[in-house]
């Protein structure tokens, strides 16, 4: 790995980091966290996890699966990330991440595809809960144009 890539890395875990203490100065909140690993020989897998971060800055690590979302809509048996958010793991996660964020199946199954297409397609993601948060209400309320 270059210099130049682990200094990318370093920057994304110090953000992470300021978030989660942002989040516990708030009162909490919830991180997603998704990356692949290569098996040898074999594809790709990819591990979700969600983080829970309490007031204190207490955080509670839970792996993070399809389960739930698949009762409402099933795409995938796991999740990916990356793909340009179009692979059918991507948009599970996509649907997985907006129903546990918000609560809202109806805002999950109608705003998954773009939110996919729009921050889900690198292969390693983290993703704020609250942020999940208001690209539904902008969503909802017409201000959201695709642009970040």
């Not at 297409?117 to 704020?128: A, R």
């Amino acid at each position: 790995m270059s210099r130049y890539a682990i200094a990318g890395k370093a920057r994304n875990v110090f953000k992470e980091v300021e978030d989660m203490a942002r989040m516990a100065a708030e009162g909490g909140g919830v991180y997603y966290n998704i990356s692949p690993e290569y098996h040898h020989p074999g594809p790709w897998k990819f591990t979700a996890e969600r983080i829970k971060i309490d007031r204190h800055g207490h955080f509670k690590k839970s792996p993070f699966d399809p389960a739930r979302s698949r009762r409402l809509l099933d795409l995938s048996d796991k999740f990916e990330c990356g793909y340009g958010g179009g692979s059918r793991g991507t948009l599970q996660f996509a649907l997985a991440v907006l129903l546990d964020a918000t609560g809202s199946k109806r805002d999950a199954v109608a705003y998954y595809r773009e939110y996919a297409e729009h921050f889900l397609t690198n292969s390693s993601i983290s993703i704020n809960a609250d942020q999940v948060r208001l690209f539904v209400t902008l969503k909802r309320n017409g201000g959201y144009d695709g642009r970040e």
